[in-house]
Every structure is written in structure tokens, then in C-alpha cells.
């Protein structure tokens, strides 16, 4: 079993009712995380969960500009493009 390295001094961190835990400060620093950043939470055993920082794909940037342009804009944009 592995040694627990954060415990918080009032006793064990616990899932609320609306399925929140509080990560200590102590663990967030070590693992290089700030409050706010986007995390994912993946299973990593029995009982155990694995808290990494969300990388950003290319898919995510792309789509976060999705009805910006009018329609065909930028078909236009590539046509023009290809002219060049």
C-alpha cells in the first residue's frame, strides 16, 4: 500500500455531496498546479485517481473560434490562399 503524503491536520480529505474534494496546497505545489487551471481526472486502480493538468489539442483551440466568421469565409480564405 502506498504512504499517504498529504493528509490534511484535521483528518482525512473527503468527497463532499456534491462529489468536491479540497487538494492540499502542499500537493498542488509539488505537482506544479495553480488554482483555476483545467485538470483531468482519470481512474488509476482500485480506489485510486490520477489528477493531470488538461492539455489544449488542436481541436480544442480550432473549434473555440466556431461562428466567428460567416459561412464560407473561410473556404474563401483558403481559395485565395491557393492563388497565391
Not at 1 to 18: D, F, W
Not at 22 to 51: K, M, Q, S, W, Y
Request: glycine share 10%; proline share 4%.
Amino acid at each position: 500500500m502506498k504512504r499517504c503524503l498529504y493528509q490534511y491536520s484535521k483528518g482525512m480529505a473527503k468527497i463532499s455531496t456534491k462529489n468536491q474534494i479540497t487538494i492540499p496546497v502542499a500537493a498542488l505545489d509539488e505537482a506544479g498546479l495553480h488554482a483555476g487551471e483545467a485538470v483531468t481526472i482519470e481512474p488509476a486502480g482500485d480506489g485510486e485517481l490520477r489528477v493531470r493538468r488538461a492539455a489544449l489539442t488542436f481541436d480544442d483551440a480550432f473549434g473555440a473560434l466556431t461562428g466567428s466568421y460567416p459561412s464560407g469565409y473561410l473556404d474563401q480564405l483558403d481559395a485565395e490562399d491557393a492563388q497565391r
